[in-house]
């Protein structure tokens, strides 16, 4: 059963350089217990498509297409009722976790808060245990000290933790994680890793988690998503994606990623940067980085995500090799 299911997604918005096409018919779903990994460069348009899930964007954007939360269409709904979905079914980390704190309230207070409002304890002691379970879960030392503390009290490291803390709290059905982990050592993020997945086995959590690292994508997801240009340009089971990738994109962001076994190997870049997403390319969005480009319909037309072999899991969108599939 699929816990949240996104079709044709599109944000826009408009910029003083013109009509930013953000992202361009985003189309996946996320199973109970699944996780989907959204992998691409900055700028592909990640954070926004997720952020436009929850209503977060700024009042000026024009989000289209749909995005199912079980049974609730998440596009066009009232800001109340994405509130309830907000705090109650779906949890989400953010990028920048000061933004989601607020600076004169205790950690306690707002981990807490959730709690209440959604009844999901009976009464403010219940309220302050949980809370205090819920930081050591994620690895905080002295959680009970940090219930009275205040964010800015706090290390980064820290204060991403209770981040995660609050979006786990209510046990959500869904859990959107936007590089959660990014700034943890490896161990805390180890840590933050098996705690999420003892969610998804115990409550079935779906979840979608952007990240810039390759590895966690390979320990943790089950089905990978490669973002360039607002658009889907590759998905698959993280073993489809990584062992063959289809798309060129794919294949120069895997490139990126230091082989264990030559770590001494240096990273290899894409030639280019992303184009702005005021100003894509006209046909494939890709192509004027692609190292495989071939005639004329690269620059013109712009290629359909279809399958890559006969699994029904794996599709890209390319023009490259796809006479052989
Ligand atoms: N409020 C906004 N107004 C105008 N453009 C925006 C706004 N928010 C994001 N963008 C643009 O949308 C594009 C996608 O941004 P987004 O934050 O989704 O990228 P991302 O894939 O999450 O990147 P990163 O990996 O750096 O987090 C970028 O070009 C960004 O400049
Ligand atoms: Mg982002």
Not at 45 to 71: C, I, T, W, Y
Not at 141 to 147: F, M, Q, S
Not at 162 to 175: C, D, E, K, S
Not at 218 to 228: E, F, I, P, Q, S
């Amino acid at each position: 059963m699929s816990v949240l299911e996104v079709r044709d997604l599109r944000v826009e918005l408009d910029t003083p350089r013109g009509t930013a096409h953000i992202v361009n018919g985003l189309d996946y779903t996320v199973d109970a217990g699944e996780t989907v990994a959204i992998v691409g460069e900055s700028g592909s348009g990640k954070s926004v498509s997720v952020m436009a899930l929850l209503g977060l964007l700024p009042g000026h954007a024009r989000v289209g297409g749909s995005a199912r939360f079980e049974d609730r269409e998440l596009v066009g709904a009232s800001e109340s009722e994405l509130r309830t979905v907000r705090g109650n079914g779906i949890g989400m980390v953010f990028q920048d976790p000061m933004t989601s704190l607020n600076p004169v309230l205790t950690i306690g207070r707002q981990v807490s808060e959730g709690l209440l409002a959604h009844r999901l304890v009976p009464s403010k002691k219940a309220a302050r245990e949980r809370a205090a379970d819920l930081l050591a879960d994620v690895g905080l030392p002295d959680p009970r000290g940090v219930l009275d503390r205040y964010p800015h009290q706090l290390s980064g490291g820290m204060r991403q933790r209770v981040v995660i803390a609050i979006a786990l709290a209510g046990n959500p059905r869904l859990l959107i994680a936007d590089e959660a982990t990014t700034a943890l050592d490896v161990t805390v993020q180890a840590q933050i890793l098996d705690l999420v997945a003892r969610l998804q086995d115990e409550h079935g959590t779906g979840v979608v988690w952007i990240t810039h690292d390759l590895g966690v994508v390979a320990g943790t997801a089950d089905r990978v998503l490669v973002m360039y240009g607002g658009r889907c340009v590759e998905d698959g089971t993280v073993q489809e994606v990584f062992d063959a990738p289809a798309h060129p994109y794919t294949r120069g962001l895997l490139g990126s990623l230091p082989s264990l076994e030559s770590p001494t190997e240096d990273l290899v870049a894409i030639p280019g940067t992303p184009p702005p997403p005021t100003d894509l390319p006209p046909g494939c969005v890709f192509h004027p980085r692609c190292p495989v480009r071939g005639d004329a319909r690269c620059a013109t037309e712009q290629p359909p995500l279809v399958p890559v072999g006969s699994s029904g899991t794996h599709r890209a969108a390319t023009f490259y090799g796809l006479e052989e599939r």
